[in-house]
């Protein structure tokens, strides 16, 4: 299944392109370019999906742990093989910067070499249940098993990497998957179905469905042979589908608010405001850990803003095709307006914009704001845009209460040489991870990642999904002596 820029491109069942039905146009973020169209699945094609998975669970539970490892690094291997297909995908239809879009496919090959790894290694325990007399030549043994077919929700901001998230740990878990990839993204969904086809994965356990959204909340909804959702995206679709899922397990990834903040006692300010702005407006800021806010010491504000001014005046905004840019366009028009919005809505409500905020279509300069106050959106809200404000403290409190002050909790950052402080921020902030020497931005794939309040439940990273994916069972063995 290649993408066939302007021609129709069908879906992906049972191991067939499907391409009767209405299709769906997807246009360059950065153009508006007509880059191809994919056939939207039905309700039926869903259920189809969902009878083929199911059928499929003997088979797939059945796969030996060597099988599933070697599936797995096959997958890694073709995306290596494909580097360049996959990144040329992802800058067609997310807008990511080139360099970018290699990143993530490099990622995306770590997490099915890591998933790979957890195959092999997915275990058990035993447990001794002599505790009590009678109880003599009695023990126990605890194996996870897969819990069933897993619906996977996946966004536009990482198309190859964030269905890597979802498709690696439920091969390793043997668990069928549906994925329904953004309607921005589905080129780079459907050629990762083929790849993990080409692998070896059993082709009634794998779907890649476009769904429209009623049809997707309809099958979380309503088909109680789906185990398990799995989603990224917003908070407000994604505690919306928790509602209306019933006892199907639900492992939410939302939005985030991520702040960093920069005591005074950490001095390398121009690596700081140099992995500030590259963590604030890489990719046009349109990632849930981008940096949104920055609180800074007092003592050091006047030197760092100055400095982040400067770096983010430097990026390359433009053509994300370019080996030059940085800063690409977003996702589509109406939110380049909507950020402007939010930016004007805080200036004439006393905010100060020191720098950017420009739009040109779907581009926005890097936009850098203090004096905001609780209440903009540009400061409790997710912007998901090249936006931060940056706000100066007295207080170490202070500036931990400040970051706490969201009903965000994804992952916050820390620069700080002092251990007392590091061991008071991680102990305080409701957070998912605590990122100390670094921005929030920053993440390695295998690492639990999820977040708190309205961030989340659950965790990714790979042995986090396995677990989520797997359920324990127990076996009690009697009289064997």
Known sequence: MKMRPGTQTGFLLCGKEWSEGEAIEVRSPWDQGLIGKVTLATRADAREAVNHAVASMRRTRALPRWKRRE????????????????????????GKPIRLARAEVDRAVLTFKTAAEEAARLGGETIPLDLTEGNENRWGLVQRFPVGPVLAITPFNFPLNLVAHKAAPAIAACCPILIKPSPQTPFTALALGEVILKAGWPEEALAVLPLSNADTAWLAEKEDRIKLVSFTGSAKVGWELKVHSGRKRVLLELGGNAALIIHGDYRDLDSAAERT????????????????????????????????????????????????????????????????????????????LIAGGERQGSMIAPAILTGSKAGMKIRDEEVFGPVVVVEPYVDFEQALAEVNHSRFGLQAG?????????????????????????????RLDPMPYGGVKDSGLGREGIRSAIEEMTEPRMLVMSGMS
């Open 277 to 352: 702005a590259h963590a604030a407006f890489g990719f046009a800021g349109q990632s849930c850990i981008s940096v949104q806010r920055i609180f800074v010491d007092k003592s050091i504000f006047q030197t760092f803003i100055w400095k982040l001014v400067e770096i983010a005046g430097k990026m390359a905004s433009g053509d994300p095709a370019s080996e030059a840019t940085e800063v690409g366009p977003m996702i589509r028009p109406g939110e380049a307006e909507r950020i402007e919005s939010w930016i004007k809505e805080a200036v004439e409500g006393g905010a100060r």
């Open 71 to 94: 599936i797995l690094e096959d997958i890694a291997a073709a995306l290596i093989e494909q580097k360049d297909r996959f990144a040329k995908l992802i800058v067609a239809e997310a």
């Open 414 to 442: 820390l620069l700080t040489r002092d251990a007392g402080r590091i061991l008071t921020a991680y102990r305080e902030l409701e957070v998912g991870a605590l990122i100390v020497g670094d921005t929030p931005a920053w």
